[in-house]
């Protein structure tokens, strides 16, 4: 049974950034890719980015360009998403999620069907 | 990549059927099958529901059924069940690389 598991809330100060984990456990890590979705109180889902571990590579919404880097280790199956220059519109639940790769390659054909518990990150002064 | 536009909310008494839909663009939703469903309870996960616009993952309800036509997905929900009232979500694919999510519909079970 494949698994996420997110680190813990995180309080940040504006300007500074802030790293959440999101360890999988039960699955082959290259067989799928990791997308970051948050969620500001009473909204909606947002996507961030993705990154394909096999490949290593990232894509980032424009939206966020410049000021999240997702990385991951394969060695221990932990993503890592890091978003710099805080400020309070990003105060969110942060979530990570597995899509499976397709038999032909394509990364964006299936949706997310496995979901970190979430990470609720709190910016403010 | 702006967000695709679902209804605020929607509401159907148990038994019946409810549809809720999703409108984008020809550089999303009418241009790829990849429309996906989310369900959300408050305080959980999203939960997939619809992936390629009509595929049910293994232990989602035949109750739940999704569609396109054009520029505009739907879920439908047969049969409401008061476990049904929850937040929906679509998805799709938007071309390069990207995805992008619809507002959010709050389904009530009359």
């Known amino acids: 049974q494949v698994q996420l598991v997110q680190s813990g809330a995180e309080v940040k100060k504006p300007g500074s950034s802030v790293k959440v984990s999101c360890k999988a456990s039960?699955?082959?890590?290259?067989?799928?890719?990791l997308s970051w979705v948050r969620q500001a109180p009473g909204q909606g889902l947002e996507w961030m980015g993705r990154i394909i571990p096999v490949l290593a590579l990232t894509h980032s919404a424009q939206k966020f360009q410049g000021r999240v880097t997702i990385t991951a280790d394969k060695s221990s199956t932990t993503a890592y998403m890091e978003l710099s220059s805080l400020r309070s519109e990003d105060t969110a639940v942060y979530y990570c999620?597995?899509?499976?790769?397709?038999?032909?390659?394509?990364?964006?054909?299936?949706?997310?069907?496995?979901w970190g518990q979430g990470t609720t990150v709190t910016v403010s002064s | 990549q702006s967000a695709l536009t679902q209804p605020p909310s929607a509401s159907g008494s148990p038994g019946q059927s409810v549809t809720i839909s999703c409108t984008g663009t020809?550089?999303?939703?009418?241009?790829?099958?990849?429309v996906s469903w989310y369900q959300q309870h408050p305080g959980k996960a999203p939960k997939l529901m619809i992936s390629e616009v009509s595929k049910r993952p293994s232990g989602v309800p035949d109750r739940f059924s999704g569609s396109k036509s054009g520029n505009t997905a739907s879920l439908t929900v047969s049969g409401l069940q008061a476990e049904d009232e929850a937040d929906y979500y679509c998805?799709?694919?938007?071309?390069?690389?990207?995805?992008?999510f619809g507002g959010g519909t709050k389904l009530t079970v009359l």
């Open positions: 039960g699955g082959s890590f290259s067989t799928y890719t």
């Open positions: 020809s550089s999303d939703i009418g241009g790829y099958n990849y």
């Open positions: 999620a597995r899509v499976p790769i397709a038999v032909d390659g394509s990364w964006d054909s299936y949706g997310m069907d496995v």
């Open positions: 998805s799709s694919y938007a071309g390069n690389n990207a995805l992008v």
